[in-house]
């Protein structure tokens, strides 16, 4: 059983179109933190949620914890082709991060 | 200037090799990781080492033996390659108190 459960597993849109992508777990959690994977590179931090009910934009990109601190979510508005890649959301704990097993994201153009 | 480099970016080799994988970082951490992508993309800590010290050895065999000479270089040896090593392996690094790891850009291993 994962730490963290990430849905839906693989998403296609087109350009212009909206998506959200889910990170959910049973744990509480002092903080989450998202990345973007692009082929053939490492992740890449986006951002880092700490507050319950939290919601932090990073230009089209929202990225909301939420209250209880076990779940959080990425809304991306108007997506591109450049927003391709694979989404990991990941915890923190104990000298190691975990990560849930990604949203690979497709923005067709 | 890279932050997190790792060496080399592919490598092929026959089962039952043995062979190694570098990671250097610039950035200053106290703390650096060894992680293993699948084919599935899941990404899953083998190691972890603050300041030279190992603090995470996640169920790895121990045919794989990490080793830091300094707080900014952590490599990995395998041995006795298995079919089963393949895999893209990232070298990571951070700095306790701060949230958010840095990685390398992976090496691809390929066992055949």
């Known amino acids: 059983t994962q730490l963290l459960e990430q849905s839906p597993q693989f998403l296609s849109i087109q350009e212009g179109e909206n998506l959200t992508v889910y990170c959910n777990s049973s744990?509480?959690?002092?903080?989450l933190q998202w990345y973007r994977q692009e082929p053939g590179e490492g992740p890449v931090l986006l951002v880092t949620?700490?507050?319950?009910?939290e919601v932090k934009k990073l230009k089209r990109l929202t990225f909301q914890f939420g209250d209880a601190r076990k779940d959080s979510s990425l809304h991306i508005t108007a997506a591109q082709p450049g927003d391709t890649g694979l989404y990991l959301c990941?915890?923190?704990?104990?000298?190691?991060?975990?990560f849930g097993a990604g949203t690979t994201v497709t923005v067709r153009a | 200037d890279t932050a997190v480099s790792q060496t080399p970016k592919y490598l092929v080799t026959q089962m039952g090799n043995d062979k190694s994988i570098k990671c250097e970082q610039n950035?200053?951490?106290?703390?650096m990781y060894w992680y293993k992508q699948d084919s599935k993309k899941f990404l899953k800590i083998m190691f972890s080492?603050?300041?030279?010290?190992?603090?995470i050895n996640e169920t790895v065999p121990n045919r794989f033996s990490p080793k830091s000479p300094d707080k900014a270089h952590l490599n990995l040896h395998i041995n006795s390659l298995e079919l089963g090593d393949s895999a893209v392996y990232f070298c990571?690094?951070?700095?306790?108190?701060?949230?958010?790891?840095?990685f390398g850009s992976g090496t691809r291993l390929t066992v055949v």
């Open positions: 990941a915890a923190a704990n104990d000298y190691k991060l975990s």
């Open positions: 990571a690094s951070s700095q306790i108190g701060q949230s958010g790891y840095t």
């Open positions: 949620v700490v507050t319950g009910g």
């Open positions: 950035l200053g951490h106290d703390t």
């Open positions: 744990s509480v959690f002092s903080s």
């Open positions: 080492y603050n300041n030279k010290e190992l603090i």
